[in-house]
């Protein structure tokens, strides 16, 4: 990595603890019983390490699901979940949101990152 790199995963990691860790964990290991909605019918924060599905989104998902919150984004894909997550449009910049997500993606092992990368390429193709 670059220096400028480095400096960006580090801004990203000061980020998710911020704004993220309180709900997603610091080791980013998310909330137990993640999988399984809670009583109320609302699914926990999951893990954004490489045991959670984060990666299995491209990267405009994933921009989207934080920056409009996540009932926003799975309502617009008609599907039926309640999701937990708040929207951080108001709260995050374009690039502060890149920088989370460069962190989270830092972390994955090598294979989980070029799976990533190429869904998001397949997304950006479409």
């Not at 998710?16 to 399984?36: D, F």
């Not at 109320?40 to 599905?53: C, T, V």
């Not at 993606?105 to 990533?116: E, M, V």
Request: charged share 25%; net charge negative; with cysteine.
């Amino acid at each position: 990595m670059t220096d400028a790199a480095d400096a960006e995963v580090r801004d990203g990691r000061d980020l998710y603890v911020e704004h993220c860790a309180s709900c997603h964990g610091a080791e980013l290991q998310g909330q137990p019983e993640w999988r399984s909605p809670d009583k109320g019918g609302l699914y926990l924060a999951p893990p954004h390490d490489e045991s959670g599905h984060t990666w299995q989104h491209d990267d405009s998902m994933l921009t989207d699901y934080i920056t409009r919150g996540g009932q926003a984004v799975v309502d617009d894909m008609n599907v039926s979940f309640t999701s937990g997550m708040p929207d951080f449009g108001m709260v995050l910049t374009d690039s502060e949101i890149t920088a989370i997500l460069d962190y989270i993606k830092s972390t994955w092992p090598d294979r989980i990152r070029a799976t990533q990368a190429q869904r998001s390429q397949d997304a950006w193709v479409d």
